[in-house]
């Protein structure tokens, strides 16, 4: 095993060497460029492009179709203006279409752009072209924001979750509409010494049924591909922005009740707060004390039918800035670092998961220079007696340093430390550490991308234990190929890290065959096979899953795909595949079957769309049938109606009858203006037994400052095999909260 795992970090090693010297091809056009003016006084951000100034300056036109096709120039054209006084850049756009039936979803910040009429800014700060923050509005003036990482490269590189203070408004006139944004250069994070970025600007245009980008961008490559940005030219160094200090106090204060332990209703306040300051332009540093990190917005239920432990994003938005530079390491099932480990814990008496409060904690992230990134984090929870939890503090250190045009090598170390007298009876090691390379390959016109790591685990009285992983991928416009394996050593033990098993050897290959139809009801055609195949050391293959499929795109914008998949399973102990709670399958027994899954997505431009997903074939030498998907009603433009459905039948033969699984999720949408939002949502889940009733109501009384209530019920849900007992609701918990946090710059 050693051999095989030297033999593999060596052959990755120089095979990326190699391809990054041979490979450097960019997709064929012009450079674009565009200039920043400098002002004394920035316009007056109404939406409305009547300012004096926006005439003398030369805008970023010229857009290229990407879709339907990426060999035209777009049929809606966009124009871009930019101008900057001492502390703010302002953006100046106009957008002309068909027509004048322009689609909102809702007035909602942070609003998903597909489906609807938008454009987008993202700015590549330092011109790495790796790392960028993106700006966007639509025709109501809502608007958007968030970071693009690791080049843009897929769309997990993309995130809204960022948050942070600056303004824009928009107007609609006969057959176009303008906008206005004012960024304040405290909010983003450049060089000041730097006087050319990257800009990558792109439009979804509903009316001609068309996306467009500034830049042109070949179809296999990310709307938002930082490989492709065209270059801002300041013709005055940027200003480090009028304010470097942002204090962000919360209080909050409610109730809640444990109706089956029947307690005394709990009713709670607290206060405390985030503090976030500019060290540089491109460093910054986010201090918390006493933080509120319960979720506003609650996860959304989903039925796990496999074996490990789902996925959650992290949305606390103390750890949302540079979130990439401390949670991409390895791969997505192999993570060193999730941030949402932080402040939870082991209940010793009941076994369950639970909060362990977080006194505060400190981050300093962000770039010393166009080619180097750090990151350091420490966080302190409390010592909890009763649950048995004790004082933790979480560390991590991270190094990134740029090479080439758009590869870079990144060092991480975790370090999780137990403080208590008796972490032995408490059955908690005291330590858990976590060091790593990783170096992230990125072609110059994105063809060739992949990775490849190696992370070692140290715990006391174990020896450290290793994790290797590498990929690699070939993309262009009419084929796709991957390559992935990854190496996991037996009690490879990461606490702050998202591991879903260990002591195996996984390897993915992946082809993707592409077309683009001229003619007909299709724009794209994909055909696609891959495999997935673990194996055990010294015991053989645990796992696969062999599949060829077909995916593509309507003219109307609609999707669609379906594969069939041969899967093979090897289960070491016992396993219950309905996730019922039903008899499970013996442990030490092998199963072979074929299935189906399919997906359609209807056009999302409707006021009416839909997803449908069904699953047909064996499972664990039965069978089983399903649906999964969504049916959406958007009532424009304030907000939509959306139900959520995943349901599943199963007939396997060791079970005496046939199991069900059903979850259903109705929720409301509503916003009242720009400033004021109601959600409520409804989750009925039989594999949990649990019915969750959530409501919300949010104010934004001030930009990045918000009043929330929200309302939680949660019932236990009988049983979906006994209709007089399907829908018998018993309550478990009820709880109240009322929120308030208010951002000030100083």
């Known amino acids: 095993m050693k051999r095989y795992f030297c033999a593999m970090k060596s052959l990755c090693t120089c095979f990326f060497l190699s391809i990054s010297v041979l490979l450097a091809a960019q997709f064929s056009d012009e450079t674009k460029s565009v200039d920043i003016k400098y002002v004394k006084t920035g316009p007056t951000v109404d939406g409305v492009l009547d300012d004096d100034l926006w ?131 405290s909010t983003l994070r450049f060089d000041p010494a730097n006087k050319k970025w990257g800009m990558v600007v792109y439009r979804f245009d509903t009316q001609d049924n068309e996306m467009s980008v500034w830049k042109r961008t070949p179809r296999n490559q990310t709307l938002f591909s930082l490989a492709y940005t065209g270059e801002l030219n300041w013709e005055q160094l940027p200003g480090s922005g009028s304010s470097k200090v942002s204090v962000i106090p919360f209080v909050t204060a409610g109730g809640s009740k444990d109706f089956e332990a029947n307690t005394p209703v709990d009713r709670f306040a607290d206060i405390g707060g985030d503090v976030k300051v500019a060290v540089t332009p491109g460093l910054n540093l986010d201090l918390t004390v006493n933080p509120d990190f319960s979720q506003v917005e609650v996860d959304r239920q989903v039925t796990n039918l496999s074996r490990f432990e789902l996925f959650f994003p992290e949305r606390r938005q103390f750890f949302v800035e540079n979130a990439d530079l401390f949670g991409d390491f390895g791969f997505s099932g192999v993570n060193p670092f999730f941030s949402r480990r932080i402040g939870v814990g082991t209940d010793v008496n009941t076994g369950s998961t639970v909060q362990n409060r977080i006194l505060g904690g400190l981050r300093l992230s962000g770039k010393l220079n166009k080619n180097t990134r750090v990151g350091l984090l420490n966080m302190q929870t409390a010592e909890n007696v009763e649950q048995g939890l004790p004082s933790i503090n979480y560390s991590v250190a991270v190094l990134q340093k740029k090479i080439w045009d758009r590869s870079n090598i990144g060092f991480i170390f975790v ?84 591991i879903r098993r260990t002591n195996f050897i996984q390897v993915e290959p992946e082809l993707n065959l592409r077309f683009y139809p001229t003619q007909g009801p299709f724009n794209r055609l994909e055909i696609r096979s891959q495999a997935d ?182 019932y236990f849900t009988g049983n979906l095999e006994e209709p007089s007992d399907r829908f018998a609701f018993n309550i478990k918990n009820r709880a109240i909260v009322a929120k308030m946090t208010y951002w000030i710059n100083v």
């Open 533 to 714: 195949v673990i194996w055990r050391p010294g015991f053989g293959k645990t796992d696969h899953e062999i599949s060829i499929g077909t995916n593509g795109q309507f003219n109307n914008s609609a999707r669609f795909f379906m594969d069939v998949s041969h899967n093979y399973v090897y289960l070491f102990g016992d396993f219950d595949p309905t996730g019922t709670s039903s008899a499970p399958l013996p442990g030490g027994t092998e199963y072979n079957y074929v299935s189906f899954q399919a997906n359609i997505s209807t056009d999302s431009r409707k006021n009416l769309s839909a997803n449908f997903g069904p699953v047909a074939g064996g499972y664990f030498n039965g069978s089983r049938v399903g649906m999964r998907g969504s049916v959406r009603y958007r009532y424009q433009p304030k907000g939509m109606i959306e139900l959520n459905y995943s349901w599943n039948h199963f007939n396997l033969p060791h079970l005496d009858e046939t199991k069900q699984t059903l979850l259903i999720g109705p929720r409301v949408d509503y916003t009242f203006s720009k400033a004021l939002f109601a959600t409520a949502f409804v989750q009925y889940n039989t594999q949990a037994k649990n019915t969750n009733i959530n409501a919300r109501l949010q104010w934004r009384f001030a930009p990045v400052s918000d009043f929330f209530i929200v309302f939680t019920d949660n």
């Open 55 to 185: 005439s003398s300056v030369v805008p970023a036109t010229d857009f290229w179709q990407y879709f339907p096709t990426d060999s035209l120039l777009a049929n809606g054209q966009s124009e871009v203006y930019l101008v900057a006084d001492d502390n703010n850049l302002y953006v100046g756009i106009k957008c002309f279409g068909a027509g004048n039936d322009w689609i909102v979803n809702s007035l909602k910040r942070d609003y998903r752009a597909g489906g609807s009429d938008n454009i987008t800014l993202v700015f590549d700060t330092f011109d790495d072209n790796t790392n960028g923050i993106f700006f966007g509005i639509n025709p109501e003036g809502v608007i958007r924001e968030g970071v693009v990482t690791n080049g843009g490269n897929g769309f997990r590189d993309f995130s809204e979750s960022w948050d942070n203070k600056w303004k824009g408004e928009a107007k609609k006139f006969d057959g176009y509409y303008t906008a206005e944004l004012e960024i304040p250069f």
């Open 415 to 498: 370090n999780k430390q137990s403080f208590a007298d008796n972490v032995e009876a408490l059955d908690i090691k005291p330590f858990n550490r976590i060091a790593g390379l990783d170096f992230n390959y990125a072609s110059t016109d994105n063809t060739w991308s992949g990775k490849t790591f190696l992370h070692t685990a140290i715990t006391p009285d174990t020896e450290a234990k290793l994790a290797h992983g590498a990929e690699l991928n070939y993309n262009k416009r009419d084929i796709g190929i991957s390559w992935s394996h990854t190496y996991v050593q037996d009690d490879y033990n990461a606490e702050v890290g998202f």
